[in-house]
């Protein structure tokens, strides 16, 4: 069964260093989210993207965030100067968002980022 | 907007015993509803969603939910619960928009106990 893959599964990295969580949807998916769970508290969306463009974003996805989908299969998701507060399990999702699909979305194990 | 309630953050229920795990939810149009199920150092798992084509939806694992829209609960059962149901379970509801973000609730998380 088609699966969304995370790398890594754990990310340790100092206040202010970038780092590049990544994510492999499921092949035939076109929609793609990035959400984070910090510890204890309920899971939030990021983004969601789209045709190789950001459709929303919530107010966390600040212009320290990016994300891009470099290769066609890949989709990254970037935090350039890393904070404290960033320090979350991050998910990535996608959905084909048929019809009948009605808007279910898969979801990979997650990365834990802590930041020092 | 759209919003979710989980209305428990523990239960604790015995093995064999039923499993209720409730949910409310705010939308102003209809909504699209799911429940996701959260293992320890998993991935969340679809366990089943709303379609609108009946109000008592089944999943897996022996795990049903019912709409009602007049009480705007979207409520999580199963008859007799297992050990390795315990997990953290989390309500949701999809935006309306184009973008179809998901929007969770606080989670609950249950205890099976021998």
């Known amino acids: 069964e088609p699966e969304v893959t995370q790398t890594p599964s754990h990310q340790v990295t100092q206040m202010g260093q970038e780092v590049i969580l990544r994510c492999v949807p499921i092949?035939?998916?076109?929609?793609f989210y990035w959400y984070r769970q910090i510890l204890g508290q309920k899971v939030e969306f990021l983004v969601s993207f789209y045709n190789n463009e950001i459709s929303e974003k919530s107010e966390i996805f600040d212009d320290q965030f990016s994300v891009e989908r470099p290769d066609g299969s890949n989709f990254t998701l970037k935090i350039r100067s890393t904070k404290l507060e960033d320090s979350a399990m991050y998910f990535c999702a996608s959905s084909d968002r048929t019809f009948f699909s009605y808007n279910e979305q898969f979801f990979g194990p997650g990365t834990r980022l802590t930041v020092l | 907007a759209q919003s979710v309630t989980q209305l428990d953050s523990h239960v604790s229920v015995s093995e064999g015993t039923p499993v209720l795990l409730r949910c409310n939810y705010s939308?102003?149009?209809?909504?699209?509803l799911f429940w996701y199920v959260q293992h320890p150092n998993k991935g969340l798992q679809l366990l089943l969603k709303y379609t609108s084509a009946a109000t008592l939806v089944k999943g897996i694992n022996g795990f049903e939910a019912e709409f009602k829209k007049s009480e705007t609960s979207f409520h999580l059962t199963k008859p007799s619960a297992h050990m390795s149901d315990a997990a953290e379970y989390f309500c949701?509801?999809?935006?309306?928009?184009?973008?179809?973000?998901?929007?969770f609730g606080q989670g609950t998380t249950l205890q099976v106990k021998p």
């Open positions: 092949s035939n998916h076109l929609y």
């Open positions: 949701v509801v999809s935006e309306t928009s184009n973008t179809g973000k998901l929007i």
């Open positions: 939308s102003s149009y209809s909504p699209s």
